[in-house]
């Protein structure tokens, strides 16, 4: 039975995980999070993702976990409305689609449940260096025993520790698009049912939505800039950072900024891509942000880890050995990246026109592996 360690917890790893265990696999994956990491944005899945999804027979779980949105408004310093509608939304876009907007740590939470039976999971750990010779990689943890396994598959995120180790810096292969971003959960203190509301001011805007049936809401500050020099894992010194970039703005900006000291799910980064050449090297694998994140911008990057997570885990179970999957999983992904990651680039800062973005999603056509469920059964 061929060993995969994976890297990352979130979304795509799961995904992964979800799929190579149908096919024999014995499958680890490796967190730095004590558990299941919470909060996250709404993120979308949307175009052959869904259909991704189905084949996951998830379909209608991830459907009974959506944000529900009605509609959204634009408000000034002062909160007077400034448009409203309930076509569409900042961040799913038409109201009315087969889309499915959902918390990511709703999402990530389904495919745990999904594989924590027949998956090894390690939280709490890291990789800390990888060597890999023709039959496999050595990987030594911060805390876990070192260990041999045939394959090792990075979904570590934009941030990727992985492609570090097996690739090289970060610098030869990340692309800031001069924004950054902020995103934590508060109390839905304005109220809202099931609507977001935002504000733009000069070089940056805010937002606040309402979640799980308006109990909640999640917040997000974003400020324009060329790329800053922090400490991506110092969460303080980001809100301080953050803190400073927002003073004397108007309208609920110093609520959101109060909020955010204490919100135990504060995140936040560059929106930036990450461009390689190569998305395999030997034995090692990138997938998802790790491999080709596209940034929020795109509103596709989900939607990327779960085809990724499919393509990968199927032309790893079809293939006869891994150097002729990882080269169809590079082949097959490549050009459906390129053309999502043109989503963020092409319209200089503006949402993509509709047609564009369902284009964009639509680009692949998935193939049909086969894929053994975990009674042994083979279905397609």
Same mark, same amino acid.
């Given at each position: 039975?061929?060993?995969?360690?994976? &890297?990352?917890?979130?979304?795509?790893?799961?995904?992964?995980?979800?799929?190579?265990?149908?096919?024999?696999?014995?499958?680890?994956?490796?967190?730095?999070?004590?558990?299941?990491?919470?909060? !996250?944005?709404?993120?979308?899945?949307?175009?052959?993702?869904?259909?991704?999804?189905?084949?996951?027979?998830?379909?209608?779980?991830?459907?009974?976990?959506?944000?529900?949105?009605? !509609?959204? $408004?634009?408000? +000034?310093? /002062?909160?007077?409305?400034?448009?409203?509608?309930?076509?569409?939304?900042?961040?799913?876009?038409?109201?009315? =689609?087969?889309?499915?907007?959902?918390?990511?740590?709703?999402?990530?939470?389904?495919?745990?449940?999904?594989? #924590?039976?027949?998956?090894? *999971?390690?939280?709490?750990?890291?990789?800390?260096?990888?060597?890999?010779?023709?039959?496999?990689?050595?990987?030594?943890?911060?805390?876990?025993?070192?260990?041999?396994?045939?394959?090792?598959?990075?979904? /570590?995120?934009?941030? &990727?520790?992985?492609?570090?180790?097996?690739?090289?810096?970060?610098?030869?292969?990340?692309?800031?698009?001069?924004? *950054?971003?902020? #995103? @934590? $959960?508060?109390?839905?203190?304005?109220?809202?049912?099931?609507?977001?509301? @935002?504000?733009?001011?000069?070089?940056?805007?805010? !937002?606040?939505? =309402?979640?799980?049936?308006?109990?909640?809401?999640?917040?997000?500050?974003?400020?324009? =800039?060329?790329?800053? +020099?922090?400490?991506?894992?110092?969460?303080?010194?980001?809100?301080?950072?953050?803190?400073?970039?927002?003073?004397?703005? !108007?309208?609920?900006?110093?609520?959101?900024?109060?909020?955010?000291?204490?919100?135990?799910?504060?995140?936040?980064?560059?929106? $930036?891509?990450?461009?390689?050449?190569?998305?395999?090297?030997?034995?090692?694998?990138?997938?998802?942000?790790?491999?080709?994140?596209? $940034?929020?911008?795109?509103?596709?990057?989900?939607?990327? %880890?779960?085809?990724?997570?499919?393509?990968?885990?199927?032309?790893?179970?079809? %293939?006869?050995?891994?150097?002729?999957?990882?080269?169809?999983? +590079?082949?097959?992904?490549?050009?459906?990246?390129?053309?999502?990651?043109?989503? %963020?680039?092409?319209?200089?800062?503006?949402?993509?026109?509709?047609?564009?973005?369902?284009?964009?999603?639509? %680009?692949?056509?998935? /193939?049909? *592996?086969?894929?053994?469920?975990?009674?042994?059964?083979?279905?397609?």
């Amino acid at each position: 039975m061929p060993s995969v360690l994976i &890297s990352g917890a979130s979304v795509a790893g799961p995904a992964l995980a979800f799929w190579l265990t149908r096919s024999g696999f014995e499958v680890t994956v490796v967190e730095r999070a004590p558990g299941p990491r919470p909060g !996250g944005q709404a993120v979308d899945i949307r175009g052959v993702a869904l259909d991704v999804a189905d084949r996951m027979g998830l379909l209608a779980d991830f459907q009974a976990l959506e944000v529900g949105m009605r !509609g959204m $408004s634009m408000v +000034d310093a /002062d909160g007077t409305v400034l448009m409203s509608t309930t076509e569409t939304t900042f961040t799913g876009g038409p109201t009315d =689609s087969r889309d499915i907007e959902i918390l990511r740590d709703d999402l990530s939470d389904v495919l745990y449940r999904e594989t #924590v039976e027949g998956v090894e *999971y390690l939280f709490g750990d890291s990789i800390t260096a990888l060597t890999q010779d023709a039959d496999g990689v050595d990987v030594t943890f911060a805390t876990a025993a070192p260990r041999r396994f045939d394959l090792v598959v990075g979904a /570590d995120g934009l941030h &990727s520790r992985v492609r570090s180790l097996a690739f090289g810096d970060e610098a030869q292969f990340i692309r800031h698009l001069g924004v *950054y971003l902020a #995103v @934590f $959960s508060l109390p839905n203190h304005l109220g809202l049912d099931r609507w977001q509301t @935002f504000h733009q001011f000069e070089n940056g805007m805010a !937002g606040i939505y =309402s979640v799980r049936e308006n109990t909640e809401a999640r917040g997000m500050l974003g400020f324009m =800039s060329p790329p800053l +020099d922090y400490d991506y894992r110092d969460a303080d010194a980001q809100r301080h950072l953050l803190a400073d970039r927002l003073t004397g703005t !108007g309208w609920e900006i110093p609520a959101l900024v109060k909020a955010m000291w204490t919100a135990p799910d504060f995140y936040f980064d560059s929106m $930036s891509q990450i461009k390689m050449d190569a998305y395999t090297t030997g034995r090692v694998a990138l997938l998802g942000d790790a491999a080709y994140c596209g $940034s929020p911008l795109t509103g596709q990057g989900t939607s990327l %880890a779960l085809v990724g997570a499919y393509v990968l885990a199927g032309e790893l179970a079809t %293939a006869d050995d891994h150097t002729t999957a990882f080269a169809a999983y +590079d082949a097959k992904m490549r050009p459906f990246v390129e053309l999502n990651h043109r989503l %963020a680039t092409d319209w200089q800062g503006e949402r993509p026109p509709q047609e564009a973005i369902d284009t964009a999603a639509r %680009a692949l056509t998935l /193939d049909d *592996y086969a894929v053994r469920t975990p009674q042994g059964a083979t279905t397609r």
